[in-house]
């Protein structure tokens, strides 16, 4: 997943990123740019809010949701150690949505020093979301097939993510295992949990340099 994202200090942010799948056809998924705005309020800054809206670009020409418009708003303690958000999307195009998740966290200050840091930052994650179910069904009293389409606004999953980052001047490295825990709604039925490793490299620098 490349992305580059502009921020300035006066809380307009841009970014562009794109997502790739080794098992997909095409491989390269769907290409995003996303404008927004970012600030703070309170006399800590603890409490921040977003607006932003996306727009998608999909390699195979899938056009149920291809926008978005997003809202979140969280708090965080005075030494930014703890903190939760929850997040807003209303997701359109030929078809719609919305998408509500819930964020926690924990930073872990492991190792701090003037150059660098090591961190654990644990995040719980409720995703939650209108999504519609299409399945077959049959009727034993007067047997024939049907087919039926469910739509729900439930938890759809449940992540746990326990990333270890290390940042070093401008650089940011971090090894993250990512646990999921589907909600079972609809007709659905023997859902596994999934979980992987995930690893990130980024690169901080000063335009106005």
């Known amino acids: 997943i490349p992305q580059i994202s502009y921020y300035h200090s006066s809380g307009f942010n841009a970014s562009i990123s794109g997502v790739y799948y080794e098992e997909f056809t095409p491989k390269w998924d769907f290409t995003s740019l996303s404008i927004g705005y970012l600030n703070t309020l309170g006399k800590h800054n603890n409490w921040i809010y977003n607006v932003g809206y996306t727009k998608y670009f999909y390699s195979d020409d899938f056009d149920d949701f291809t926008k978005s418009v997003d809202l979140s708003f969280g708090v965080r303690n005075k030494k930014r150690t703890l903190g939760t ?53 049959l009727f034993r009293t007067m047997p024939f097939v049907r087919t039926i ?34 909600n079972e709604v609809a007709n659905e039925s023997d859902l596994q949990n999934t979980s992987y490793f995930s690893l990130s490299v980024g690169y901080l620098f000063d335009l106005n340099r």
């Not at 990333?163 to 999921?180: K, Q, R, V």
């Open 85 to 137: 958000s929850i997040s807003a999307s209303y997701l359109f195009g030929t078809d719609e949505s919305y998408q509500l998740v819930s964020s926690s966290f924990a930073r872990i200050n492991l190792i701090r020093k003037s150059s660098y840091a090591l961190r654990l930052r644990p995040t719980l994650n409720f995703i939650i979301a209108q999504q519609e179910y299409t399945y077959t069904k």
């Open 149 to 182: 389409t469910s739509e729900v606004f439930d938890l759809l999953n449940t992540q746990i993510s326990i990333p270890l980052s290390f940042t070093t001047n401008s650089w940011d490295f971090e090894l993250g295992y990512i646990l999921n825990l589907p």
